[in-house]
């Protein structure tokens, strides 16, 4: 049996040696002062790192300083690291009162350096990174830039919580020393956004992004249409957004994004190395679409816009050519402005097709998407028409077992896990249920391997879903997602035998000061002891 370390354990074993290593690093007894105060010695007392890393061992007793005369030196020519430097030095700026200076160099200087580098043959593969912080200085090696992105994330949990503040409360930087090296479980950590049932402003989505991208998610999939309504720019179809972007659950204004907001969306979650999926849902979940124009209906009338919250009741005119010059247009448009590789076809819940009907859809559907270069993803549902062979499954529902086809890629969505849009409990005021209560602890005490009979080198990965029927601000979305984002951040990257629920607990509670620094509108489950 896995042996599991108490937390009252690991802090005895830390205070007595002043070092611990995983699986539970937390080192020193005193907790963080209350607020940041002008000349206070700000250090991490208890590093709470979420997701855990594959090896860490965090000396507290030992420490580098930030100061204004520390430099960030990264790799020549690489832009992404000149990038993640300058972020790091955003983070710093307010407690130090100075802006790190940011230089190219090849690593000869001696001290008071934070080093970022790229080199070839990393052997912790393409999204991993080494990151040590000695009283010296701190370095992050990575093969990739994405890699020292995640090693910047983790090193940002090295910092006191205080230093999320952005207002000027100058206090000395320390770093315990560390050596950490890590890697990812899974390649596919995706955060799902429903923006139909109600739109979220760009600025909305940055925030997100960024909430995510702390977290190491590296997958926005934006659910861009729906019944509600219609929500990115289609130039060959312009009623699409003028009218049926007109809308949202209830009687709110609803929103689109412009061709150039949604290039600005997908240079957002670039620079924090997350890939955007867009999803155009069909054949059904189409109202927006046809009521916005009458020729995409079997009966050529267009229905009125819809702003409740059923599902399966509209439908694509499958017998209609117009319907696949339609889905041509709308995806090559969108093939255009997505960069990635992915283009989400939806194919759920659809409930006035036969399945004969669904098939040829969904099948003349992927074949679009494939003449226009990009790769199918779709809903389980797609199981019952013929696939091509590049097509991606993303499992959401929790009695779907229908075994794919041997080699089919993967993603794995269990409502009844993973969808922070269900409640936390009966008392929730926001969230539906139908796949039931997902409390905090439900999405940490999932193993992806157990969900199909299928090896897990078919498993892309796990993404995490907010359908929005409820949710309609950032405020709320915020509120769904902590503390819940980040047990489900440590299940896509942390190696299951590494992931225990009482040493993630106390991480947990670890990271209280934090988010609300950063002013996050957290749910703060009397299940976790939060330091606050
Ligand atoms: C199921 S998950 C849906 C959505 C709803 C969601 C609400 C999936 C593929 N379809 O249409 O918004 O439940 O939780």
Known sequence: MRQMISVASALATAMALGVCTHPNAVTAASAPPAAPVKGEQHAMTQPSIIPWPTSATVNVSERFQITKSTIIEVSPGQPDLQRIAKSIADLVAPALEASLTVREGTGAAASGVIRLEVTGGSPQGDEGYQLTVSPTGIRIVSSTPAGVFYGAQTLRQLLPWSIEY???????VFVPSAQISDKPRFGWRGAFLDVSRHFFSVDEVKRYI???AMYKFNRLHLHLSDDQGWRVQIDSWPNLTTHGGSTEVKDGPGGFY???????LVAYARDRFILVVPEIDMPSHSNAAQASYPELNCNGIAPPLYTGIDVGFSNFCVDKEITFKFLDDVLGELAA???GPYLHIGGDEVKKMTPAQYAAF???AQGIVAKHGKTVIAWDEIIHSKLLPSTVIQYWRPDASMAPPPGTKLILSPANKIYLDM????????GQNWAGNVDVGVPYGWDPATHLKVPESDIMGIETAIWSETPDNIRDLEFMLFPRIAEVAEVAWTAQPARHWDDFRARLGGQARRWSALGINAYWSPKIDWQR
Do not use: S
Request: hydrophobic share 30%; aromatic share 10%.
């Open 337 to 339: 402005m997505t960069p």
């Open 258 to 264: 412009t061709k150039a907001q949604y290039a600005e």
């Open 423 to 430: 409640k936390y409990d009966d008392n929730a005021v926001l």
């Open 210 to 212: 960024d909430l995510v």
């Open 166 to 172: 952005r207002g000027p409360r100058p206090f000395d």
């Open 362 to 364: 969904m099948e003349r």
